[in-house]
């Protein structure tokens, strides 16, 4: 059973980088055809996909954050990275980590099938 933890700061201030790592337990993120994704979910609103990275280390973004969204991953530690720039009060959610196994990325939230408790960041001054 695959499991994931979130861990950051859960205050960061307006125009800085958002930071959150993913600890990834009961399987590698190098497992074939596992892919391994960043999703938010803003106060009051649904569940944003905001990208991933494959088994092979390809990464994929959302079209509306790509120019501010960065993952990487750090295969010895089996945990991988989301960094976030010049974040502003609209980039407060609860932020999620997830995967699922499957030949293709995925997309929408829905299609992933294990989850991170999810952890709260704020952004403000």
């Known amino acids: 059973q695959v499991q994931l933890q979130e861990s950051g700061p859960g205050l960061v201030k307006p125009s800085q980088t958002l930071s959150l790592t993913c600890a990834v337990s009961?399987?590698?993120?190098?497992?074939?055809?596992?892919?391994w994704s960043w999703i938010r979910q803003p106060p009051g609103k649904g569940l944003e996909w905001m990208g991933a990275?494959?088994?092979?280390?390809?990464?994929y973004y959302s079209r509306s954050l790509k120019s501010r969204t960065s993952i990487s991953r750090d295969t010895s530690k089996n945990q991988f990275t989301l960094q976030l720039t010049s974040v502003t009060p609209e980039d407060t959610a609860v932020y999620y980590c997830?995967?699922?196994?499957?030949?293709?990325?995925?997309?929408?939230?829905?299609?992933?099938?294990?989850w991170g408790q999810g952890t709260q960041v704020t952004v403000s001054s």
């Open positions: 009961g399987g590698s993120i190098t497992t074939d055809y596992y892919y």
């Open positions: 997830a995967s699922r196994g499957g030949r293709d990325i995925a997309f929408t939230p829905d299609e992933y099938n294990y």
């Open positions: 990275i494959g088994y092979n280390g390809v990464t």
